[in-house]
């Protein structure tokens, strides 16, 4: 039987588990409170404070940190990196620390599963990271050489679901073709081919979503960062934060949304029915990839429980394959299925190298 610590550090929280094989045996989400956080300017700085709130939530559980014969981190902002288990090492950990591609939470849980795994002899890894990036070299080519496309986004979530789809279909993830889109906050649609996503339209040049703007005009773009009135961050802001069903209906929420429609918004609708019918259009910008043979459209994420929403894709997408929700993202039990099979022997776990100039 295999006993794992699950860690994964968000923005206000930290949310940890523990596993006996397949089965939790409790999730805890430490809330940290903008007065804790305030003293921290960097975010490697809050490693000391977060490890030590985890290992008092253990001692308060029952969990001796000895018992454990694994721990899973989710994987920060690394260099870009391959899908699937990163031992966490030395470099990792000098990585994230020194030169991470961005300021994350989740780049402080890998230095806490290292420290954890020198203190007490247990295997530690990542599994698929943040910045997994597998993309087909014609797939990352835009229409300035400065810039490229990235594999960056929401791959622990739609793996899983990939995964899961090949499982039940008695066959391994390497032999099939899958679309995955990721329903949440952020939404996001890739390609799964060969065992390897192939294809990525993130959230940030796919569909708008409940907060974010998705792809946009670039000219009006461009003409705003230039208007006097927005810098960097306030454009960051509305893209990330501010957009959206939010910049449209004063809402991220998309049960409001519904009930909004119910009682005869039709601006809410049509709203609303731009954002699936958005998804639909980027859903179908994959296919050519693979010349339209797709085994199976994979609909996953919080917003994959509506029957509004997945009902509206479904028909306009399922003349490319069949449509299958998987509603929800658990991104603990992801982990925690990572960690088994590398610790079963089914999985290998790669090494990380760091690297002292990243560019991604």
Not at 61 to 68: F, H, I, M, N
Not at 256 to 267: K, L, N, Q, Y
Request: glycine share 10%.
């Amino acid at each position: 039987m295999e006993k794992l610590l699950i860690i994964n550090p968000g923005s206000t929280s930290t949310k940890i588990a523990v596993f006996e094989d397949e089965r939790p045996l409790f999730t805890r989400s430490i809330v940290h409170s903008p007065e804790e956080l305030a003293p921290f300017e960097h975010v490697a700085e809050q490693y000391a404070f977060r490890k030590a709130l985890i290992v008092r939530t253990l001692e308060e559980q029952g969990v001796a940190l000895d018992s454990l014969t694994g721990i899973v981190s989710r994987g920060g902002l690394l260099t870009p990196i391959r899908a699937g288990a990163y031992e966490v090492n030395d470099d990792m950990v000098w990585q994230l620390r020194n030169r991470p591609q961005n300021e994350h939470a989740s780049n402080v849980g890998a230095m806490i599963a290292r420290a954890l795994s020198v203190e007490y002899g247990i295997p530690a890894f990542i599994y698929d990271g943040i910045t997994v990036d597998e993309l087909d070299p014609i797939n990352k080519i835009t229409g300035l050489p400065i810039l490229r496309r990235k594999g960056m986004g929401h791959n622990l979530n739609t793996r899983a679901a990939a995964m899961r789809y090949a499982r039940e279909n008695g066959r391994s993830y390497q032999q099939i073709t899958v679309i995955v889109a990721h329903l949440g906050g952020g939404i996001s649609v890739n390609l799964h081919h060969g065992g390897r996503i192939i294809d990525f339209i993130s959230d940030e040049e796919g569909p708008f979503s409940p907060e974010r703007a998705g792809g946009l005009p670039m000219f009006d773009v461009i003409k705003m960062c230039y208007d006097g009135e927005h810098d960097y961050g306030s454009m960051m802001k509305l893209v990330k934060r501010q957009g959206g069903l939010m910049a449209h209906l004063g809402t991220t929420d998309s049960r409001e949304v519904e009930r909004m429609i119910r009682a005869g918004d039709e601006h809410a609708r049509l709203v609303y029915d731009a954002m699936a019918l958005n998804v639909a259009k980027n859903i179908a910008k994959c296919a050519p990839c693979v010349k339209g043979r797709v085994d199976a459209i994979l609909l996953t994420g919080g917003i994959a429980y509506s029957d509004y929403v997945c009902s509206y894709i479904r028909e306009r997408v399922e003349f490319i394959a069949p449509v299958i929700v998987y509603p929800g993202e658990d991104e603990m039990l992801s982990l925690a299925l990572g960690g088994l099979r590398v610790l079963r022997g089914e999985e290998q776990a790669k090494q990380f190298v760091k690297n002292e100039n990243p560019g991604y």
